[in-house]
C-alpha cells in the first residue's frame, strides 16, 4: 500500500467515531468535583455564623478566623500542585488529599458535638479540610484534560465540553450547598435534634457527599489514563530566581535583565528557554498585584456581606432563610450570565468592531466590584434607617427580635449569674459582673449585659444587587484572569503563572486581617462590631471601594504599556533545547524587543 493510502487510513481513524470520554471516563472526574464542591461550600459557607453562635465570637474576631482559614485553602494548592508534579502524579495525589479532607470533615462534625464543642479539634480539623483542598483544587481538571486525546476530533471537542461541565458541576455543588446545607446548619431538622443539632448534622451532609466523591472517584480508577510526574517548573522557577538574585548577587547582567544571570548561555545553571519563560512570568508580577484587593473584595461574600444579612430581616412568608444562602444569587448570576456573554455579548462586540481584549474585561470587572462594595454601603445606610431601637433582656420585644445570627443566652444577666454561682451552664459571652459578689452569691442585679442585636424591618433580599454585581465581576475578572494568565507564559511555565495567581487569592483574604484590625483600632469607634447597628460597616464598604478605585488607576497605568506575549515566541520557548546556541531561541532582533519590555519588571 502507498505511502498516501496509509496517510489516509490514519486520518480516518483520527476523526471516526469513538467511545465518548466526555460521558465516560471524564464523567467520573465531573461527578467527583460537584461532591467536592458541595462538601467545600457547605463547610465554608456557614463557618462565620459558626464562629459566632458556637464558640461566640465577635463579628470581628469571626471575619478573622474566616480570613485565615480562607488564606490558607489558597496556599495549600501549591503544595498539591508540586506533589502531583515530583512525587505521586495527579491520580494518588487527588485520592490521598480526598482522604485527608474526609478526615478533616469527620474531625469538625466531632468537634462540634451540641454541648460538647471542642474548640481545638473544630481547628485542627478546619485547616485538615484546607491541606485536603489543596491537594484536589490544582490538579482534579487537569486530571480531567488529560483523559482526552487531542490528536482525535472527536475527544478536541468534547474537552472543550469538558470545561463547560466541569464548571457547572462547580456551581451546582454550590448552590445545593448554600441551600440545603445552609438551611440545616442554622435551623437544623426537627426529625433530628432541631436547631441544637443544626451544625452537627448539616456538616454531616458535606462529609457524607465527600464520602460519595472519593467512591465515585476511585470507581473510575481503571479507566483513567494517568500521567505520570515529570518534575516541577516552580521549582525550576523558584530556583531561577534564587540564583540570580542571591547565589550570583555581585555579578552584573550582560544583558541588564536580572534574571539572565541564572542562564547558562552567561555562566548560570539553567537553560536559557527556562530563564526566558520566567521572565515572561516576572512581566506579570505586578498584574498579580492589582488582583489582591479584588480578591479581598470577593471575600467579602461570606464575612462582611453575611454580617450584615445577619441584622436584616431574613423572613419569606413564614419560612426563615438561612443567612448564608444569600451566596445562591452570585452562582445563579454567573450560571445565567456567562453563556449570555460568550454566546451574545462578545459576538455582538465583535460585529461592532469593539475590541474588549483580556486586559479590559478585567478592568470591568474590577469596576463591578466596585459598584458592589458602593451598592453594599448604600443597602447598609438604608438598613440603618429601619431599624428597631434597640433593648437589653428585659425588652421582650428586642428578645423576640434578636439576630438569628446570635444566642439569646449570651444577653440574659440570669444565666450570667447562674454561672457566676457554679451552676453548670454557659458563660454568656455579653454579659459582665459590675459590683460585688454579696456571701460569694452574684445577684442577676450587678450584672450588665450588651443591647440584642436586632434584625431590620429591611428584607435581606435587598441584598440581591451586591451579590449579583461581585458575580458580574467575576465573569470578567475572574475567569479572564485565568485566560491571560494562561496565555501570557509560555508552555512550560503556565503552572507557575497560573498558581501565581491562585495565591493573590490568599494574599486578598489575608489583607482583609489588619484592614479589620485597622478600621477596629479606636475601641469607642469600632467600624466592625458584634452589634452592626452600634458600627460603621457602611464605611468599612467604603473603604473597600476606595481600595478598589485605587487598584483600578494602577491596573489602567499597567495596562496602557502592556504588549501581549507572541505566541510563536512562547511556543519556541517549549521547544526541546539544540545543540545550536541560538536553534531554539528567539533572534538578537527579537530579545533586544522583549528587553525593552522586560525593563520595568525586573
Given at each position: 500500500?502507498?505511502?498516501?493510502?496509509?496517510?489516509?487510513?490514519?486520518?480516518?481513524?483520527?476523526?471516526?467515531?469513538?467511545?465518548?470520554?466526555?460521558?465516560?471516563?471524564?464523567?467520573?472526574?465531573?461527578?467527583?468535583?460537584?461532591?467536592?464542591?458541595?462538601?467545600?461550600?457547605?463547610?465554608?459557607?456557614?463557618?462565620?455564623?459558626?464562629?459566632?453562635?458556637?464558640?461566640?465570637?465577635?463579628?470581628?474576631?469571626?471575619?478573622?478566623?474566616?480570613?485565615?482559614?480562607?488564606?490558607?485553602?489558597?496556599?495549600?494548592?501549591?503544595?498539591?500542585?508540586?506533589?502531583?508534579?515530583?512525587?505521586?502524579?495527579?491520580?494518588?495525589?487527588?485520592?490521598?488529599?480526598?482522604?485527608?479532607?474526609?478526615?478533616?470533615?469527620?474531625?469538625?462534625?466531632?468537634?462540634?458535638?451540641?454541648?460538647?464543642?471542642?474548640?481545638?479539634?473544630?481547628?485542627?480539623?478546619?485547616?485538615?479540610?484546607?491541606?485536603?483542598?489543596?491537594?484536589?483544587?490544582?490538579?482534579?481538571?487537569?486530571?480531567?484534560?488529560?483523559?482526552?486525546?487531542?490528536?482525535?476530533?472527536?475527544?478536541?471537542?468534547?474537552?472543550?465540553?469538558?470545561?463547560?461541565?466541569?464548571?457547572?458541576?462547580?456551581?451546582?455543588?454550590?448552590?445545593?450547598?448554600?441551600?440545603?446545607?445552609?438551611?440545616?446548619?442554622?435551623?437544623?431538622?426537627?426529625?433530628?435534634?432541631?436547631?441544637?443539632?443544626?451544625?452537627?448534622?448539616?456538616?454531616?451532609?458535606?462529609?457524607?457527599?465527600?464520602?460519595?466523591?472519593?467512591?465515585?472517584?476511585?470507581?473510575?480508577?481503571?479507566?483513567?489514563?494517568?500521567?505520570?510526574?515529570?518534575?516541577?517548573?516552580?521549582?525550576?522557577?523558584?530556583?531561577?530566581?534564587?540564583?540570580?538574585?542571591?547565589?550570583?548577587?555581585?555579578?552584573?547582567?550582560?544583558?541588564?535583565?536580572?534574571l539572565d544571570k541564572a542562564s547558562d548561555q552567561y555562566g548560570g545553571s539553567y537553560s536559557t528557554n527556562d530563564v526566558e519563560g520566567v521572565k515572561f512570568v516576572a512581566k506579570l508580577t505586578p498584574f498579580l498585584g492589582v488582583m489582591i484587593p479584588y480578591w479581598g473584595i470577593y471575600g467579602q461574600t461570606k464575612t462582611a456581606f453575611q454580617i450584615q444579612g445577619c441584622q436584616m430581616d431574613s423572613k419569606l412568608g413564614d419560612f426563615q432563610l438561612p443567612i448564608s444562602a444569600m451566596n445562591m444569587f452570585n452562582n445563579v448570576a454567573i450560571l445565567i450570565l456567562v453563556p449570555l456573554t460568550d454566546q451574545v455579548l462578545y459576538p455582538y462586540l465583535k460585529k461592532k468592531n469593539i475590541n474588549l481584549s483580556m486586559l479590559r474585561k478585567i478592568g470591568l470587572g474590577f469596576f463591578f466590584a466596585l459598584l458592589a462594595m458602593i451598592m453594599a454601603a448604600l443597602i447598609e445606610l438604608y438598613r440603618l434607617q429601619d431599624s428597631p431601637a434597640s433593648g437589653d433582656y428585659n425588652d421582650v420585644a428586642a428578645r423576640n427580635n434578636i439576630s438569628p445570627c446570635r444566642n439569646i443566652d449570651d444577653y440574659n444577666p440570669n444565666l450570667y449569674a447562674q454561672w457566676y454561682n457554679g451552676d453548670d451552664v454557659d458563660k454568656p459571652a455579653y454579659c459582665h459582673q459590675i459590683c460585688a459578689a454579696v456571701g460569694g452569691v452574684l445577684s442577676p442585679a450587678c450584672v450588665s449585659c450588651d443591647d440584642i442585636p436586632q434584625m431590620s424591618n429591611v428584607s435581606i433580599f435587598w441584598q440581591i444587587p451586591q451579590f449579583v454585581l461581585i458575580g458580574i465581576s467575576e465573569i470578567f475578572a475572574s475567569i479572564t484572569s485565568l485566560e491571560f494568565f494562561y496565555s501570557q507564559a509560555p508552555s512550560r511555565m503556565r503552572s507557575v503563572s497560573q498558581a501565581s495567581n491562585l495565591f493573590t487569592n490568599a494574599l486578598g483574604s489575608w489583607l482583609t486581617i489588619p484592614l479589620t484590625l485597622l478600621v477596629n483600632i479606636n475601641p469607642n469607634h469600632p467600624w466592625i462590631t458584634s452589634n452592626i447597628d452600634e458600627g460603621n460597616l457602611q464605611a468599612y464598604f467604603y473603604l473597600l471601594a476606595g481600595l478598589m478605585g485605587l487598584a483600578m488607576i494602577l491596573f489602567s497605568y499597567l495596562s496602557n504599556g502592556y504588549e501581549y506575549a507572541d505566541p510563536d515566541v512562547l511556543a519556541a520557548l517549549d521547544a526541546p533545547p539544540s545543540t545550536d546556541a541560538h536553534a531554539n531561541l528567539l533572534s538578537n532582533t527579537d530579545r533586544r524587543d522583549l528587553k525593552d519590555e522586560h525593563e520595568d519588571t525586573m
Open positions: 500500500m502507498s505511502n498516501q493510502g496509509f496517510e489516509k487510513i490514519h486520518e480516518e481513524s483520527l476523526t471516526a467515531a469513538r467511545p465518548s470520554v466526555l460521558y465516560g471516563t471524564a464523567s467520573y472526574i465531573i461527578a467527583t468535583e460537584f461532591c467536592e464542591r458541595l462538601a467545600y461550600y457547605g463547610f465554608a459557607g456557614s463557618l462565620v455564623l459558626f464562629f459566632q453562635t458556637k464558640l461566640n465570637m465577635s463579628n470581628e474576631d469571626a471575619v478573622n478566623q474566616f480570613y485565615a482559614w480562607n488564606g490558607f485553602v489558597y496556599v495549600t494548592p501549591l503544595i498539591g500542585g508540586y506533589i502531583a508534579d515530583t512525587l505521586l502524579g495527579r491520580y494518588k495525589t487527588i485520592l490521598y488529599f480526598s482522604m485527608l479532607y474526609l478526615v478533616g470533615l469527620a474531625l469538625f462534625v466531632f468537634g462540634s458535638l451540641p454541648g460538647a464543642i471542642l474548640t481545638g479539634v473544630v481547628f485542627t480539623a478546619m485547616y485538615t479540610v484546607a491541606l485536603g483542598a489543596g491537594g484536589i483544587k490544582p490538579n482534579v481538571s487537569t486530571m480531567g484534560a488529560d483523559q482526552f486525546d487531542p490528536k482525535y476530533a472527536q475527544d478536541k471537542k468534547e474537552a472543550e465540553q469538558f470545561f463547560s461541565y466541569f464548571y457547572w458541576s462547580i456551581n451546582l455543588g454550590a448552590l445545593v450547598a448554600y441551600s440545603l446545607v445552609a438551611y440545616v446548619c442554622q435551623y437544623g431538622l426537627p426529625f433530628l435534634g432541631g436547631e441544637p443539632w443544626g451544625f452537627f448534622v448539616g456538616y454531616l451532609i458535606p462529609t457524607i457527599m465527600m464520602c460519595f466523591g472519593v467512591a465515585v472517584f476511585m470507581s473510575g480508577t481503571k479507566r483513567y489514563k494517568k500521567v505520570m510526574p515529570k518534575g516541577s517548573a516552580l521549582t525550576t522557577a523558584v530556583g531561577i530566581v534564587y540564583e540570580a538574585l542571591f547565589l550570583r548577587y555581585h555579578d552584573r547582567s550582560p544583558t541588564g535583565f536580572v
